[in-house]
């Protein structure tokens, strides 16, 4: 059963912030909120994490809300190598399910010129 | 590099033929994990290994699947009998520690079974 509900598509003019939005409304008080995305014929590749604080690193931006129940993940410039489907998935630490990530079908961003 | 590496990267069989991928993680990663993607869907977990101990199977993993990781190191991930439902990219991870939040995904064995 997914955890985690994302739009199907959605486009973003390059140099903009990318907004993507996740419903994990069931999410578990020890479950972490992670993103992934995968370029076309390329293995995924781990974005970003959080549980319960807002998370910033050098490819994105995590904003949880306060009942946890959704996230959004913040591309804020885009480029055209963003390009890609971008996965919300959450894990529980520190369970047997840990680590074993559950992918749903993700959104999948075009980026255009 | 130092990435996952895959290989084959693709491979085309006949229905009820035997394939072998090979998964070689990140020196040092003692968790692995292979996962299965299909087109339009996102990955489904298969199996994961701590060091050489097999900890988990999806029940997706039929009995015509095997996994090993002899000493820890590279994995295999066996498909006897091949059927055409099995052509799928087949995805090998890593990570370190059974804390590590970042998974290492591999490139991909892209299967086809004719």
């Known amino acids: 059963d997914a955890k985690t509900t994302q739009p199907t598509s959605m486009d973003c003019a390059e140099g903009r912030a990318a907004n993507l939005p996740c419903n994990h409304s069931t999410i578990s008080g020890n479950e972490y909120v992670y993103w992934y995305r995968q370029i076309h014929s390329q293995g995924p590749q781990y974005i970003i994490h959080?549980?319960?604080n807002n998370e910033t690193n050098e490819m994105a931006s995590l904003i949880i809300t306060e009942d946890r129940k959704s996230s959004t993940l913040i591309l804020p410039h885009a480029t055209l190598r963003d390009t890609a489907v971008y996965y919300c998935i959450v894990s529980a630490a520190g369970t047997d399910s840990w680590g074993k990530l559950q992918f749903g079908a993700g959104t999948q961003v075009v980026v255009t010129p | 590099d130092t990435g996952v590496s895959q290989d084959p990267r693709h491979k085309i069989t006949k229905r009820g033929q035997n394939v072998t991928f090979r998964c070689d993680p990140i020196s040092e990663h003692n968790r692995l994990y292979w996962y299965r993607q299909t087109l339009g869907q996102g990955p489904e977990f298969l199996t994961y290994?701590?060091?050489?101990?097999?900890?988990?199977k999806s029940r997706l993993l039929s009995d015509r699947f095997s996994a090993e990781r002899p000493k820890g190191s590279f994995s295999t991930l066996e498909i006897q009998r091949t059927e055409q439902g099995d052509s799928a990219m087949y995805l090998c991870?890593?990570?370190?520690?059974?804390?590590?939040?970042?998974?290492?995904f591999g490139p991909g064995t892209r299967l086809t079974v004719t």
């Open positions: 991870a890593s990570s370190i520690g059974t804390s590590s939040y970042e998974q290492y």
């Open positions: 290994f701590q060091n050489e101990a097999q900890l988990e």
């Open positions: 959080g549980l319960k």
